[in-house]
């Protein structure tokens, strides 16, 4: 899993600022301010975490055993990026409104991967 999180955090750093670049210069005469907006909340999102996801994998690197929330963690932070950040993209390049209601699933997996590492914590010794 270490070297699977890490490929993956740093695939999606990479793409939030290779996005981030391509919103600040290819889309801002292309889309509105609101459009803009949104795509930005996405690659912040992304950013903090593909980092989070970066701190799992180094977290499990130290680990002897690979704890199952925090593998749980890892997971739930790319199944977020995917679905919060991916559907904010979707949103803003295409304006298809109902893409809004997909947004908050990838808010919960975050908010599970966050509890997971919140849970590896507590467990840890």
């Known amino acids: 899993m270490v070297r ?7 695939i999606l ?12 210069h290819a889309l801002r005469n292309q889309l509105s301010d609101r459009a803009l907006e949104i795509f930005e909340t996405g690659i912040k999102y992304q950013m903090y975490h593909a980092l989070a996801l970066l701190l799992v994998a180094l977290l499990l690197k130290s680990q002897e055993n ?6 749980v963690a890892g997971w739930a932070f790319i199944l977020g990026i995917i679905i919060f950040s991916g ?3 979707i949103l803003s390049l295409t304006g298809i409104k109902w893409l ?9 997996a975050f908010l ?4 997971s590492l919140a849970i590896a914590a507590g467990n840890s010794q």
């Open 4 to 10: 699977i999180f890490q490929l993956i955090a740093s």
């Open 100 to 108: 809004g209601a997909i947004t908050p699933l990838g808010g919960v």
């Open 13 to 24: 750093g990479g793409l939030a600022v290779a996005g981030g670049a391509f919103a600040s």
């Open 112 to 115: 599970i991967g966050w509890t």
């Open 87 to 89: 559907s904010l993209y």
């Open 66 to 71: 690979q704890p199952f929330s925090m593998v």
